[in-house]
């Protein structure tokens, strides 16, 4: 499957932005996962939406603050950003999981990915 991340931009603190991630066919065998990699600084998980799309879960430095979901058709994925820190700055990327893991964190579990999107929060 190839997946398209798209919606990144600039920002000011505050602010928010809404992340999609397109796939090539349905995803619904698969758990989607957000992740993002500030510069520097190793890649890390920021969000996920199991299979069904019922359950979603997240990094506690965005729990509150960020949304993920997914459309009917299981073809796109969204990262709803509200209240947009500096420290949100990096490159976000979208991943695919297939059934092996429950509620995947580890880049390494993750089969497929997009690329990336950055997102630019201004002070």
């Known amino acids: 499957v190839q997946l398209q991340a798209s919606g990144g931009g600039l920002v000011q603190a505050g602010g928010s932005l809404r992340l999609s991630c397109a796939a090539s066919r349905p995803t619904g065998s698969y758990t989607v996962g957000w992740f993002r990699q500030a510069p520097g600084k190793e890649r890390e998980f920021v969000a996920g939406?199991?299979?069904?799309?019922?359950?979603?879960y997240y990094d506690s430095s965005v729990k509150g603050r960020f949304t993920v979901s997914r459309d009917s058709a299981k073809t796109t994925v969204y990262l709803q950003m509200d209240s947009l820190r500096p420290e949100d700055t990096a490159v976000y990327y979208c991943a695919a999981a297939g059934g092996r893991f429950n509620y995947p964190r580890l880049p390494g579990r993750f089969d497929y990915w997009g690329q990336g999107t950055q997102v630019t929060v201004s002070s």
């Open positions: 939406i199991n299979r069904a799309g019922f359950y979603a």
